[in-house]
């Protein structure tokens, strides 16, 4: 029986760049043996490299059976490699257009949150056309210090800074905005950092919700950043040691976000449990899996280890590419 052809789409223009190479490498070695694993690399240039060959994504119908998405940031996950691959008629693993595009703006699926009842930090908006003092003297007249500011499209803690006083906040917005047109300024809450990955069509559920895992950043980090996310530095706790009730809660949370948004496959889910409740922050719909990557280790705790994590993400692309 001839081999089921996994095209591994990594790489890409976005600024995680790095981060997708490494999650791309991690798939191909643990693709199982009724795979054929075919590395696509997508250049910072958005040219396409099959086999070390320039390739047209059209090409890619007649070269492989299915597109393992393993791009993450701007292209990869905010509905643009989506379309092309609906338009061409390829399966592909994750969300879709409309769920992408969503949930990589912060903007928007915060608004998707609150209609759902979902607690989410309070926010201000900053554009990049605004006159930058003008917008911070706005945020600290609107929300109380601590702030953290980010870029509104992206992920992996890139353009993050979390501000103590006022004179941190255009830095901050300075830097948020090298990487996206618009900035949100959330305020901090003090809490415990917990993620929530959901797997669909896992034992029975629908939406199955895999163990919450507490993130302790290092003593020297203020948040869980780029660096500590992928250095192996910071402690992750799984299953996390929270009594029954929170954790039931950041399960439906995880579980009311994914459906909200519209996403398939899987996601992760990233909140802060404070005395004050729980907040929803973010939704990722390609959450990393490389061998730091949270996923994977919460996957892992419930027995399914990383291959057949593979399996099931890309039968579940499959059975859903038969609705074309």
Known sequence: MPKIRVGVLRGGPSSEHEVSLKTGENVLNFLPEKYLGIDIVLDKNGQWNFGGLVINPDELRHRVDIIFNALHGHFGEDGKVQHILDTIKVPYTGSGIVASSVAMNKVLSREFFARTGLKIPAAVVVKNNEPIEEAARRVFQTIRPFWVVKPVSGGSSIGVTVVKDFRGLVPALEYALKYDDKALVEECINGREVTCGILDNFRGEEHYALPVIEIIPPPKKEFFDYECKYDGSSREICPAHLDLALKKEIENMARLAHKVLGCKGYS??????????????????????????????????VGLDFSHLLEHIIDLALNKSQRF
């Open 268 to 301: 992760r889910a990233d909140m802060i449990a404070s005395s004050k409740g729980v907040y929803l922050l973010e939704v990722n719909t390609l959450p990393g899996l490389t061998s730091e990557s949270l996923v994977p280790k919460a996957a892992q705790a």
